[in-house]
């Protein structure tokens, strides 16, 4: 079943008349704080069933909390005292779900203690087995360590792509069964969050037609490194198209299309996050942090999901068609879709962006 868009509304409706016929025995539910809680805890998330079986869910989730917390003895007299304690726990994830001591998110069995990786990336793909390797490889050249992949429904052979990666403690896959791509998307990066906010000092959160680099030819740890007061940095895109190819060529994606779309206004970023300074994810292309904001690669703070002309005065964001200019940073995207197809240049399956610092 397709997630219904006024799934929340429903449900606070719902449960607030509910909660008015016995405040001590059913407790309003807060979709948003509740979901991270449950994510967090490693249940089943709920986007794709209909509000009544969700409500009836979340329900069955606070009376077990409410058992539970009565067998370990603490005291949670009624529902009322529940949900604050949900409420509380969904603001302050970070100081129960987190075992410091051992340097990463208890839960998460994916990599044993160790030195932090500087820099890491998470993405979210559907049937992306053609570009895995090549993506994969292209940043682990330029100075990333680790890959946090969320698999949306994919069909293809991407487990047998990335089983090497994985063997060696570079990749970790979790299965991400949400029909509703948006907010799959913002719920995979929360999750991400939670889990890794330990596992890596910066988190470059990009999809799979996406290439990031340093023009220059520095690595991307040595960039990063002076922009480590800020809690994340802001990628201006450039977009790329089919490059004159009627049909995808043989060979790499960076190799067959380099021909950039001129572009002149305001347009969409994507970030680099410092993880232990980001509250939530708002889109796939922005964050909210507690305090200080995102920047350009000139230190100027940035708003909202887009960027603008002006930040490219200096010509350090310019991205040519064969080129990268003098960016500090680049962030690419392909021009085909996973099977080989054509889309619109303005869908993320289907163009090559640069997103340049």
């Known amino acids: ?83 604050s304690l949900l409420q509380l726990a969904a603001t302050q994830a970070d ?4 075992d410091r001591r051992r340097g990463y998110v208890a839960g998460d069995r994916s990599r044993a203690p160790g030195p932090q990786p500087y820099l890491s990336v998470c993405a979210i793909y559907r049937d992306e087995a053609a570009n895995l390797a090549e993506w994969v490889e292209f940043h682990r050249l330029v100075g990333v360590e680790r890959f946090f992949l969320y698999n949306n429904f994919s069909e293809d052979d991407h487990m047998e ?32 969050l939670r889990w890794h906010r330990y596992d890596s000092r910066w988190i470059a959160f990009i999809d799979l037609d996406e290439f990031l680099f340093a023009p220059g030819g520095a690595s991307l740890p040595d960039v990063l490194s002076e922009y480590e007061e800020w809690p994340a940095v ?28 001129d572009f002149d206004g305001n347009i969409n970023m994507k970030t680099i996050a410092d993880p232990t300074r980001v509250t939530r994810c708002l889109s ?64 993320a399956s289907g163009r090559m962006f640069s997103a340049s610092l």
């Open 1 to 83: 079943m397709e997630p219904d868009p006024d799934r929340a509304a429903v449900l606070a409706v719902g449960s607030l008349l509910a909660f008015g016929c016995d405040p001590e025995a059913v407790p309003v539910i807060a979709l948003e704080r509740w979901s991270l809680v449950e994510r967090t805890l490693g249940l089943e998330i709920t986007f794709r069933f209909a509000p009544a079986e969700e409500f009836a869910r979340h329900l069955g989730f606070a009376a077990d909390l409410q058992r539970r917390l009565a067998a370990a003895g603490v005291e949670a007299r009624d529902m009322l005292d529940t949900q």
């Open 161 to 192: 792509v990335l089983a090497p990666y994985i063997g060696d403690g570079l990749v970790t896959v979790r299965d991400w069964p949400v029909l509703d791509g948006r907010v799959g998307q913002i719920a995979a990066y929360d999750d991400a």
């Open 234 to 261: 802001a990628l201006r895109w450039a977009m790329f198209a089919t490059s004159g190819h009627e049909t995808r060529p043989p060979g790499l994606v960076i190799e067959n299309f380099r021909r950039r779309i």
């Open 284 to 347: 796939a292309h922005h964050f909210e942090y507690p305090y200080l904001s995102a920047v350009d690669e000139n230190h100027v703070p940035m708003h909202g999901t887009r960027t603008a002309t002006a930040s490219l005065t200096d010509g350090r964001l310019v991205i040519e068609d064969d080129t990268a200019g003098d960016s500090r940073l680049a962030l690419s995207l392909t021009s085909t879709s996973s099977d080989g197809s054509w889309a619109r240049t303005s869908r």
């Open 95 to 98: 100081f129960w779900a987190a």
